[in-house]
T-cell receptor
């Protein structure tokens, strides 16, 4: 299967600062990327869907000004958590797919801890 | 909106035995895809198997097979000859078959934690 690389794998930041998470498709061009959030022992909750070159579509209840998503190229999407607070601590996972394909490939996830 | 239900929060099976994980879903669409993903302790999501709704034949991948009952909206996963490496969270997921932006997202169930007993 195709490879999606997510960086960093884990990050600790101070409350009030911003942190950026990168999601790269290494061997294919991803027309669509997805960002999920997963709390401990829970399922994946979709935060937003983005197509290359256009604005992301956020799920209901997700603050678009807090979770900035940029999909500037067919191989890179970034999620920036702005003014992070301890309640933003979570596991964030990205996935990517080619438009014609039904399968989405997942990154390895990023564990964010806000102290 | 589509929903996916996994009614078994936890399951356990003896090594080398067979276990079946349940999944039901609700949709008004006729064209869709169903998936089983595995999330081991590393938390990397791994696709186990997928099923196209228009196919009557149940999908099979080595020791993994599904029982797809479209009328009943049921999609169970059978793991044969369970191995220690099968221990993980298993998520059932639904995706619309319509290739329009906004329909591409996966809807996940709440997961089943599978424990393999040596």
């Amino acid at each position: 299967g195709a490879v999606v690389s997510q960086h960093p794998s884990w990050v600790i930041c101070k409350s009030g600062t911003s942190v950026k998470i990168e999601c790269r498709s290494l061997d294919f061009q991803a027309t669509t990327m997805f960002w999920y959030r997963q709390f401990p022992k829970q399922s994946l909750m979709l935060m937003a869907t983005s197509n290359e070159g256009s604005k992301a579509t956020y799920e209901q209840g997700v603050e678009k000004d807090k979770f900035l998503i940029n999909h500037a190229s067919l191989t890179l999407s970034t999620l920036t958590v702005t003014s992070a607070h301890p309640e933003d601590s979570s596991f964030y996972i990205c996935s990517a797919r080619v438009y014609e394909d039904t399968e989405a490939f997942f990154g390895q996830g990023t564990r964010l801890t806000v102290v | 909106a589509q929903t996916v239900t996994q009614s078994q929060p936890e399951m356990s099976v003896q090594e080398a035995e067979t276990v079946t994980l349940s999944c039901t879903y609700d949709t008004s669409e006729s064209d869709y895809y169903l998936f089983w993903y595995k999330q081991p302790p590393s938390r990397q999501m791994i696709l186990v198997i997928r099923q196209e709704a228009y196919k009557q034949q149940n999908a099979t991948e080595n020791r993994f097979s599904v029982n797809f009952q479209k009328a009943a909206k049921s999609f169970s996963l059978k793991i044969s000859d369970s191995q220690l490496g099968d221990a993980a969270m298993y998520f059932c997921a639904y995706r619309s078959g319509a290739l329009n932006f906004g329909n591409e997202k996966l809807t996940f169930g709440t997961g089943t934690r599978l424990t393999i007993i040596p």
